[in-house]
């Protein structure tokens, strides 16, 4: 791809958007960005940008803008049917987000790993297991570090290994990962995408430009995701916690177990892995099954797996306060997530739900939450939302924000009592992301000093 004096566009200023053009201004493209937010929200960021001699619209999206450019890379945030973008590919101008631009010039083969839940805990392992193997590996995309910023540490012998989300894969076009994953599909995002079966869609593009000699695997307990396997162009791989299977990684006898090229051999015993849940065992069987197909030795797969704990903001314990523990579970931005969140724990649990809604169904929470929370703690824009459709399964406190809720959920907690956030939805009503979200978490539960929790008593 050709940028030098090129007119590109780069649409919203998110972590990747302000990369893709630092990116393409490196390369003697003539950037332009351009973002709804106003010019205070974005100061920090138009700083940078202007430095580099980069111009920006703030505040609108203005119809000249999008129309005078030779290409326009959108940031996972902006919908891609969005009016000015559609009117540009009327025109012939091409659109294609920032995964997109990285891969044409990305170095080395791509694994690429996305789902509804479980995306990031999966990248990160199979990223540790191929750097523990000795593998030239980086680790990028959704996970935090936009793909872009990785292409010039790529080589020829590099593996890069990324977290793609339905948002990232809906402007592919010649995106094509050497092994791809969808570890499972459950309703999120229906704000964007509007109906289930269009986000399945844009999930299952990640198969759409494998060829032979590349890989899909799929979770074969996941009836959605095992529902694809046509979809796979390449050899097919598989992950079950529940059954065996021919080719991939399945448990048997407490072992996980790898069965592939005729091959059957033990990997690692299940009580070796550190994660906490069952979707966490699901996720160790889709990264090992990855690793093994890339060539990793099975001892180099459990020294890996053995050493992993929980990334950041997914089931993380951030403290045992007076006998009372904090799980931060930020990443937890949709039901389905929250139900495994809550699977995690036999009982006794205060759960802190809220935040931006994203169309979700919170009826189906109520099963576990008779069974084991001792409170819901609501917070945010979707508070009454989630608060009408859980009402009877447990005890309610409308907290408004999280500090209260963390507050309002020590003071009612016990000794051997949780304290979880898992909040089924989106950050964005008053956090800037999830992770935002989770660090003002960990922040309150450690400011519950000694001389607070003294009037607790």
């Not at 030098?4 to 201004?25: D, H």
């Not at 872009?148 to 948002?167: A, Y």
Request: charged fraction near 20%.
């Amino acid at each position: 791809m050709e940028l030098k004096n090129k007119r590109v566009l780069v649409v919203g200023l998110g972590r990747s958007g302000v990369a893709s053009a630092f990116f393409l201004q490196d390369r003697g493209a003539r950037v332009t960005v351009s973002d709804e937010k106003s010019e205070a929200q974005l100061q920090n960021e138009i700083a940078a940008l202007l430095d580099r001699g980069v111009s920006i619209e703030t505040g609108r999206h203005g119809e000249r803008t999008f129309r005078d450019q030779d290409l326009i890379v959108v940031s996972p945030g902006v919908p891609a049917d969005q009016p000015q973008l559609q009117n540009a590919r009327s025109m012939g101008i091409p659109v294609i987000g920032e995964v997109e631009l990285a891969f044409r010039f990305l170095e080395g083969r791509v694994i690429a790993i996305t789902g509804s839940n479980g995306k990031t805990t999966t990248t990160a392992l199979t990223g540790e297991i191929l750097k523990k193997s000795g593998t030239k590996t980086l680790v990028g995309g959704n996970i935090g570090t936009p793909v872009i910023s990785l292409v010039g540490q790529s080589t020829p012998d590099t593996l890069t290994v990324l977290e793609v989300s339905s948002f990232q894969l809906e402007t592919i076009q010649q995106f094509r990962p050497w092994i791809a994953a969808i570890l499972n599909i459950t309703p999120d995002h229906l704000d964007r995408h509007r109906t289930f079966q269009a986000y399945v869609d844009a999930k299952t593009r990640i198969f759409e430009n494998q060829q032979a000699g590349d890989f899909g695997v799929l979770n074969a307990d996941d009836p959605t995701s095992a529902a694809l396997k046509d979809r796979v162009k390449g050899s097919l791989g598989w992950f079950s916690r529940k059954h065996s299977v021919e080719n991939g990684s399945f448990v048997g006898d407490d072992q996980i177990i790898f069965r592939g090229n005729g091959r059957e051999q033990s990997v690692l015993g299940r009580g070796d892995i550190q994660l906490k849940g069952a979707h966490n065992l699901e996720n160790t069987l889709a990264a090992v099954t990855m690793a093994m197909i890339a060539g990793c030795a099975a001892e180099q797969v459990r020294d890996a797996v053995v050493g992993f704990r929980a990334v950041e903001h997914r089931l993380e314990l951030v403290a045992t306060v007076q006998g009372v523990a904090f799980y931060n579970d930020s990443k937890a931005t949709n039901v389905d997530a929250t139900l495994k969140a809550l699977e995690s724990f036999p009982g006794k649990i205060h759960l802190i739900l809220g935040g931006k809604d994203k169309g979700s169904d919170y009826t189906v929470l109520n099963p576990l939450l008779r069974e084991r929370a001792k409170g819901a703690y609501l917070i945010g824009a979707a508070a009454e939302k989630i608060g009408s459709q859980i009402q009877g399964s447990t005890r309610l406190v409308r907290s408004g924000t999280l500090q209260h809720a963390v507050r309002q959920a020590f003071e009612a907690a016990s000794s051997g009592d949780v304290v979880l956030l898992a909040p089924a939805c989106a950050s964005f009503d008053q956090f800037e992301n999830y992770e935002h979200r989770g660090r003002v978490f960990k922040e309150l539960v450690l400011a519950l000093t000694p001389v607070t929790l003294g009037e607790r008593a």
